[in-house]
């Protein structure tokens, strides 16, 4: 199964939230008890490109939903000036990796202090 496609908006100096949930062929979520998660933000598709925020902190699973939680605070993307960026999910089980989803984040520039 190839990674998923879904392209984000963040609100700049909002709490960004979203939910990633992982299920199998019969639409089951997958447990992810052990598994680790990382989300990285770059200038391009590219191992290589600008690394412009390390997410990987403010991701939460939950093992037995198959749900990954991501909660980036208001005062991270505050200082986000970036216009987009290019990410991935990335979900490690013992004995499986796996892209979950990958797209575009598109931040919103915050016009109101």
Known sequence: MTAGIYNLTIEQGTTARFKFRWTDDGNQPV?????T?????RRSKSLTSALLSDV???LTAVPLDGSV???IPDTVTLNYTFSSAHYSLRVDRPGDKK???EGVVVISAETTA
């Open 99 to 101: 892209r979950l989803i």
């Open 56 to 58: 990987t902190q403010y």
């Open 37 to 41: 998660c990382r989300m990285q933000l």
């Open 31 to 35: 447990d992810l008890t052990g598994a």
């Open 69 to 71: 939680y991501l909660e």
